[in-house]
């Protein structure tokens, strides 16, 4: 993929019912993250490993076990953290493991995830930027995750 190529970006911004700090902490620590990880109804995370400082590595996957709709799938997101700024900003580079660029529909490689999180009245104004996708259908497939994950993270927080 070239870098021309790759200008589709997409930008999701949400109100969540906690503090910044807290918002932050969720997208960090694994243990927190295995707790609102799913894309959609039914999936689940059962591996979080990440290093929360620049530089350091992260390794999430979400699995959907089978069903009517059907077979069993799993998706392993990896990359590495770009920026970590506490609890303001945290960006990183996103892969997807099981997928390659020669793949027809694959998602693109080493694209760009920005979290930006601002104070708003005890909440959290929270703005994802995902960014370098080859192709809009990507991006697309990437919108509906993306919302599905904002979704459980808000419930997440305000249980």
């Known amino acids: 993929m070239t870098q021309a190529a790759a200008t589709e970006s997409l930008r999701l911004t949400r109100l969540i019912p906690a503090p910044r700090q807290r918002v932050f902490d969720a997208w960090v620590d694994p243990a927190q ?6 894309a959609g109804p039914g999936m689940f995370c059962d591996l979080c490993e990440i290093d929360a400082r620049p530089g ?5 996957n ?6 009517a709709d059907g077979p069993a799938k799993e998706w392993v ?18 892969s997807w493991e099981h997928e390659d660029e020669d793949t ?4 693109a490689r080493d694209t760009l995830v920005t979290i930006e999180l601002r104070d708003a009245g005890g909440q959290t104004e929270l703005v994802l930027t995902h960014e370098r996708f080859a192709t809009r259908p990507i991006r697309d ?3 509906s995750g993306w919302n ?4 459980h993270l808000a419930q997440y927080l305000a249980a």
């Open 141 to 143: 497939d990437h919108e």
């Open 148 to 151: 599905g994950c904002l979704d």
């Open 77 to 94: 997101c990896v990359g590495e953290m770009v920026e970590f700024d506490r609890p303001s900003r945290l960006a990183f580079t996103w």
């Open 56 to 60: 350091g590595s992260y390794r999430i």
């Open 104 to 107: 027809p529909g694959s998602a």
């Open 33 to 38: 993250r295995m707790k609102w990880w799913a």
């Open 62 to 67: 979400m699995k959907k076990p089978a069903d």
